[in-house]
């Protein structure tokens, strides 16, 4: 009997232990089934939640879409590398053409910085509240057919209307551009995609004396509806074609979703990442993950014609209400009200002192960068009407030179410009030597700036300059120019860097792109009075332009030993 109860209490627990393990399994399952679900919950949610702009971009992938933008961002930059820098190549060209003196091509190397003075302000506020799609497809537009009536320019008066509103025109895009390429990348992606533009910008620099090279030594000479048409302006139209390019390109591309986003346009933000989604995957814009942005302002809807001027604060409620236009009057009061700090201490005296060296540093570089090709145009001329003689080069023989052959062709020009200019291949070589020796530079300028710091680097890269700045002074050969000049605007570019950096590491969030577009527009009428003083001072010795231009740098170079360490900067 004994052993028959034992056998039921065994057989009862065995089978209680049983129904516990199915029970223990059946929650483990329970509890894996539930696990995913609260997964895929979590994950539907976080799609249907609101994205910040770095978000749904980065939701937009990195693809075909942004290779396009980086493939139109050459021409793009080119187009404002070469309106800027034309001039330089095709004085020594066109002197017999256009019957040049000495200060008119002072005025055609300034001209189009004299645009790009005027036109800053008026550019960032068009920028700011028309879009940046529009400013970069009509202003590159527009500034082709800039370039191309300058092609077909008669006359210097001609030549310098037209350069001068291409400066106006170019310089509204060429800014535009910066800011819409970062707006179209994710934080991982920005620093390298920078990167890249800087390259192009040197590539096109280098560009310039490539394409003079090839067009130059042709003959043609030919007239198209009685208009005379010479090598130079062949030139000139081949260097409108990137406007052109640019221009159709930027049709077709999406407005800026951070813009948009900023402007409270969120249902076209987001069409336009849906849009960058699908070019960049190739799968339905339907899958893009995000189905609403956050609401940075008051949501509203676009209207034909209308722009909205500022962007208020966040609110905890948004409600859907549209929003009065402002008027230009009050929006530059609005934005004078918050550029206020810039005119008090402790941000006046620094700000002050950033615009200063801005305006020296382009001074001093545009002004020798821009008569370096008149400068070695003259050294070939000269080196070829001496060769077999033990004639002195020197800097001050060579502006001598120049100086009495361009006075020769304004007051005989039957006799000066019988026979075609032709222009020693050494004038192009040159010029490529010095636009390639910026280039590598450009490589070596953040390893440079690692090692050394920003403050340091922009303090040694400004005296250097100013010392090299005069040592041009007491050149004695085309080699030492060549050396001398080319060491010099690598130095000088690499400054212009480090200051800007500077002017991104010490002042606030809101107030950096205000200070960085007054600190460039400081420095092209630094660009633009160096270039109409070089002649004036050539004229009156050989001394006083080099001066000009060492201590405007130097100046420059005094000035940053007051500018605190980037590198230590509180403001954020």
């Known amino acids: 009997m004994v052993k028959l109860v034992d056998k039921i209490t065994l057989l009862s627990c065995g089978r209680d232990k049983d129904l516990e393990n199915d029970s223990h399994g059946g929650e483990e399952d329970g509890n894996s089934d539930s696990t995913t679900e609260a997964d895929a919950k979590s994950t539907k949610k976080e799609e249907e939640s609101p994205a910040t702009f770095d978000k749904a971009i980065e939701g937009a992938g990195f693809g075909l879409f942004n290779l396009i933008l980086l493939f139109v961002s050459i021409p793009a930059q080119s187009a404002a590398i070469f309106e800027s820098s034309s001039m330089s190549y095709i004085l020594p060209v066109a002197e017999c053409d256009l019957r040049l003196t000495l200060e008119d091509k002072g005025v055609l190397n300034a001209v189009a910085y004299a645009g790009m ?32 009536g300058s092609a077909l320019s008669q006359n210097f008066i001609m030549l310098v209307v037209f350069k001068f509103l291409g400066g106006l025109v170019v310089n509204g895009p060429a800014a535009v551009l910066f800011t819409y390429i970062t707006e ?61 390019v640019s221009g159709l390109i930027f049709c077709a ?28 995957t190739r799968k339905p814009k339907e899958t893009y993950p995000f189905k609403a942005l956050v609401q940075e302002v008051p949501n509203r809807k676009s209207e034909k014609g209308e722009a909205i001027y500022t962007i208020e604060e966040k609110s905890k409620e948004t409600p859907v209400t549209k929003k009065q236009s402002r008027t230009l009057a009050e929006s530059l009061r609005s934005g004078l009200q918050q550029m206020k700090p810039l005119v008090r201490k402790p941000l006046l005296s620094l700000s002050l002192c950033c615009y200063i060296m801005q305006f020296g540093i382009f001074l001093g570089m545009n002004t020798i960068r821009l008569w370096l090709p008149q400068l070695f145009a003259s050294m070939a001329e000269f080196e070829a009407l001496h060769s077999g003689q033990d004639v002195d080069a020197s800097m001050c023989t060579i502006l001598e030179f120049s100086v009495n052959r361009t006075a020769e062709t304004a007051s005989n020009y039957a006799d000066a410009c019988s026979e075609p200019k032709v222009i020693s291949m050494d004038m192009y070589i040159n010029n490529i030597i010095v636009s390639a020796t910026g280039f590598v530079g450009y490589f070596f300028a953040g390893g440079i700036i690692r090692a050394l710091g920003p403050k340091r680097m922009m303090t040694y890269g400004l005296f250097l300059s100013g010392t090299f700045g005069i040592l041009l002074y007491f050149s004695v050969s085309s080699l030492m120019t060549l050396i001398i000049s080319a060491t010099f605007l690598t130095i000088c570019g690499i400054a212009v860097s480090s200051l800007l950096g500077a002017v991104v590491a010490l002042f606030p969030t809101q107030l950096r792109t205000v200070v960085v577009a007054i600190a460039m527009m400081c420095g092209r009428f630094g660009a633009l009075s160096g270039n109409l003083l ?39």
């Open 253 to 280: 591309m999406p407005e800026s979703p951070r813009f948009l986003m900023a402007q409270g346009r969120n249902e076209e933000a987001l069409t336009a990442f849906k849009h960058i989604y699908y070019v960049n």
């Open 534 to 572: 070089f002649p004036v001072f050539i004229q009156i010795g050989c001394l006083p332009p080099f001066i000009m231009v060492s201590s405007v740098l130097i100046l420059a170079g005094v000035l940053s030993i007051l500018v605190p360490n980037p590198a230590k900067a509180t403001f954020s």
């Open 117 to 148: 003075t005027i036109s800053a302000v008026i550019w960032g506020y068009l920028a700011d509240t028309k879009g940046r799609k529009k400013i970069l497809y009509w202003g590159y537009l527009i500034d082709a057919v800039c370039v191309f």
């Open 184 to 244: 179209m990348h994710g934080p991982k992606h920005r620093s390298s995609v920078l990167m890249i533009i800087g390259m192009v910008t040197s590539t096109a620099t280098v560009s310039l004396p490539l394409l003079a090279w090839g067009i130059f030594p042709r003959e043609w000479d030919f007239e198209v509806l009685g208009l005379k048409i010479h090598s130079w302006q062949i030139f000139l139209f081949v260097l409108g074609i990137p406007s052109l």
